[in-house]
């Protein structure tokens, strides 16, 4: 089983800035898509951002401009910078595959105060 271990949330006001990580016990190289996910507090899990092999990246309407996404499969790590939080970003933030078939680690809350 693949472990994914996610850090780096914490509590920041409106407008700041957090870095996620994920780190991974396997190797990313051959993975050909991960991905970030959250989920709020009653809401289901949804997909904020996606990065292919290649560095195709795609984000979720309301993350565009302000979340970046990167990937470095030597250190199996994923990364998340989010920018200009809002509120409504808060949540318990997660990493898998783009299809989801790894065992969801245990995420990385993230809440921003107005």
């Known amino acids: 089983q693949v472990q994914l271990v996610e850090s780096g949330g914490g509590l920041v006001q409106a407008g700041g800035s957090l870095r996620l990580s994920c780190a991974a016990s396997?190797?990313?190289?051959?993975?050909?898509?991960m991905a970030w996910y959250r989920q709020a507090p009653g809401e289901q899990r949804e997909l904020v951002a996606s990065i292919t092999s290649r560095s195709n990246i795609q984000y979720a309407d309301s993350m565009k401009g302000r979340f970046t996404i990167s990937r470095d499969n030597s250190k199996r790590e994923l990364y998340l910078q989010m920018n200009r939080l809002k509120p409504e970003d808060t949540a318990v933030y997660y990493c898998n595959t783009n299809y989801a078939n790894w065992v969801w680690g245990q995420g990385t809350q993230v809440t921003v105060s107005s």
């Open positions: 396997r190797s990313l190289f051959g993975v050909t898509t």
